[in-house]
């Protein structure tokens, strides 16, 4: 099976900056797109970041400029680091990957979360 952990959550202050770290683990043969998703109470799980395995990234509007997500090939991890942050940034935030794994006696892609790593910004 595959593990996704996640780390570096805590409680910031408005205009502060986190940096969150997931590391993949387990049967993996390869990992195609990492991506970082939040849920805050009460709303939709939304992306907050995705990255290729070639390193190409995307944001949503709501934190475009202000995240940057980043991944290492060889160490199975990704990272997020969130600068700027606002008290609507709240929420839990997840780890995402798009896994290669032996399933069924086959290679197939399939797709892991982390726990979730609580992420707090006070006004």
């Known amino acids: 099976q595959v593990q996704l952990v996640e780390s570096g959550g805590g409680l910031v202050q408005a205009g502060g900056s986190l940096r969150l770290s997931c590391a993949a683990s387990?049967?993996?043969?390869?990992?195609?797109?990492m991506a970082w998703y939040r849920q805050a109470p009460g709303k939709q799980r939304e992306l907050v970041a995705r990255?290729?395995?070639?390193?190409?990234?995307n944001y949503p509007d709501a934190v475009k400029g202000r995240f940057t997500i980043s991944r290492d090939n060889t160490q199975r991890t990704v990272a997020l680091q969130m600068t700027s942050l606002k008290p609507e940034d709240t929420a839990v935030y997840l780890c995402?990957?798009?896994?290669?794994?032996?399933?069924?006696?086959?290679?197939?892609?399939?797709?892991?979360w982390g726990q979730g790593t609580q992420v707090t910004v006070s006004s």
């Open positions: 995402n990957a798009a896994v290669v794994l032996p399933w069924d006696g086959i290679l197939s892609e399939k797709n892991f």
């Open positions: 387990g049967s993996i043969v390869g990992i195609n797109d």
């Open positions: 990255i290729t395995p070639g390193g190409t990234a």
